[in-house]
């Protein structure tokens, strides 16, 4: 079989990283797999991070694009000429594109949709696309596709409703997460908790993420600067990833007076010691598609607090059975959670347990025999 991703730009992103994830194992496999980034590709530290993460042997093109809308000929063009079986097409507007342009090639290749958030919730806080013109879209061309897959019930309960689709037509396939990196050695554990930490406080919460609007970390911070001054005392907050809230961020950290306890790392391509070394996990985002974090934290065995948002936190904690779920954007219940569960004790194992649902190799299994079965029909 030999299979083709598109994307629309390479970044430390959790849809990114999910794809790499399976275009590694496929290869592993002895797959015949490409990857094709649409936009252009600037020179930077973060996209060298991020093709790092991807196995030497898988083929990339890029169009070079400067915008989305610029890429439908240059996709027809690569459609036309593709002697492979499969195009796996992530994330509107990518998705109509691709469609369009599908449909036009005249390939024999399956085209697969997917997506891996709300996108309602995303429209309604974050993006300036119109409302009518995403269900237009949609519901015009997603049920052209060979087949629609979203990462959660929640966000395919979201398309079936945008799409007008029966939600028989759309099936769910989990995030890839879980990989061997989880398995950090006391010794690296014990290097970061004395280095990376500040020893000063014993308490060690992590959040992980883009700094956005959608991630919500100004939550967290403030959660974070409620807590009982007994356990705020002993605390420290560590924020990796990096995006455009940063500056706003800092200045409300600022204000706080919490500079020498909550800190902003940047992005960092191992994150896995982080988790391994901390002693608690947080999410507050406002909205998800799945939530791939709550998988790596769940993976190093430490306790979770997430917001119960729309749509993930409550499939993969199992509506709280391997985490705590508070509602959303409320700072009070956030606090009061991160203070309870602190003082629990928990089994590592049945959390480590719990991550291999979503193993790699696990959901590339599942990727391919959902190709499979309609490669052949």
Known sequence: MKISVLLPKTSMGGAEKLHFNLLNDWIQQGLDVELVVLLDLPLDEENQEAFSLLHPDCKVTSFNQKKLRSCVRPLIQYFKSYDGDVILSPMWPLTCLSIFAWLFSGTKAKLFISEHTNLTASHEHETNSNLWLLRFSMILLYRLATGVITVSDGVKNDVANL????????DVIYNPVATELGACSIEKISEYQKNYWDSAYSIRILGVGTLKEQKNFSLLIKAFSCLTTEIRDRSQLVILGDGPSRLALLSEIESYGLEKQIFLKGNVLDTY??????????????????GNVLVEALECGIPIVSTDCKSGPSEILENG???TLVPVNDHHALKNAIEIVLNLEHDSQILKTRAQDFSIKKISREYLNYFSDRIDV
């Open 321 to 323: 059975k391997f985490g």
């Open 163 to 170: 799409a007008l689709l029966r939600k028989s037509q759309i």
């Open 273 to 290: 010691p982080w988790y391994a070394s901390s002693s608690l996990f947080v999410l507050s985002s406002s909205w998800e598609g799945f």
